[in-house]
């Protein structure tokens, strides 16, 4: 079982639509949890991170939180032709390195 | 990121010849990371530093080695390089005044070994 799962997609959801991206990871003692967007050829960009169980909202973008069950989510809505990246989970192993999923190629069709 | 510079950003290499790549931050964060990011395997650790001198391996370290002398740049050195090691590499920092530790990465270098 890898430390940090995410769906490989292409998860394809329609504009102005509500894009769902999930992650689960298998340590309990995990208490960060970060989302990056990496578009084609570019570096990963630190877009949210959650600490706390329940839901955090920056604009449009509401990542979750359920430790209980061991998954973060990343929700986006009305989403945009600009919003098609992979979006990558990572979750903290020590206070200063992170495991990494292997991402969720997101596709947002006009 | 401004704050994080690497170079070059581009290389082609000879297998056998040795390689460095370097990163440089502006934010005087205490960590710095080498990672490099394959298709199929997403962003694995190489090497990291949690101070000046202060190094540990990371998940495939094997054929690497790296050096931090100045709290602003961390170096990735491919001792002999091997057509495994063509990849895009990414640096990244984390630290400072911030918790929760985050973080940041630089542009990257796309490394090819023929």
């Known amino acids: 079982q890898k430390e940090v799962e995410q769906n490989s997609g292409p998860l394809s959801v329609p504009e102005g639509a509500i894009a769902s991206l999930n992650c689960t990871y298998s340590d309990r003692g995990s208490q960060s949890f970060f989302w990056y967007r990496q578009y084609s050829g570019k570096s990963p960009e630190l877009i949210m991170f959650i600490y706390s169980n329940g839901d955090k909202e920056d604009g449009r973008f509401t990542a979750q939180l359920n430790k209980a069950s061991q998954y973060v989510s990343l929700l986006i809505r009305d989403s945009q032709p600009s919003d098609s990246a992979t979006y990558l989970c990572a979750v903290n192993k020590s206070n200063y390195q992170l495991i990494w999923g292997a991402g969720t190629k997101l596709i947002i069709k006009p | 990121d401004a704050g994080i510079t690497q170079s070059p950003r581009h290389k082609v290499t000879e297998t056998g010849t040795p390689v460095t790549l370097r990163c440089h931050q502006t934010?005087?964060?205490?960590?710095m990371y080498w990672y490099r990011q394959d298709p199929g395997h997403g962003l694995r650790l190489i090497h990291y530093s949690y101070g000046v001198k202060d190094t540990d391996k990371g998940e495939v370290s094997d054929g690497y080695s790296v050096s931090r002398s100045k709290t602003e740049d961390f170096l990735l050195t491919l001792e002999s390089a091997t057509s495994s090691q063509t990849s895009v590499y990414f640096c990244?920092?984390?630290?400072?005044?911030?918790?929760?530790?985050?973080?940041?990465f630089g542009p990257g270098t796309r490394l090819t070994v023929t």
């Open positions: 934010e005087n964060h205490r960590y």
């Open positions: 990244a920092i984390s630290g400072g005044d911030r918790i929760g530790y985050e973080q940041y």
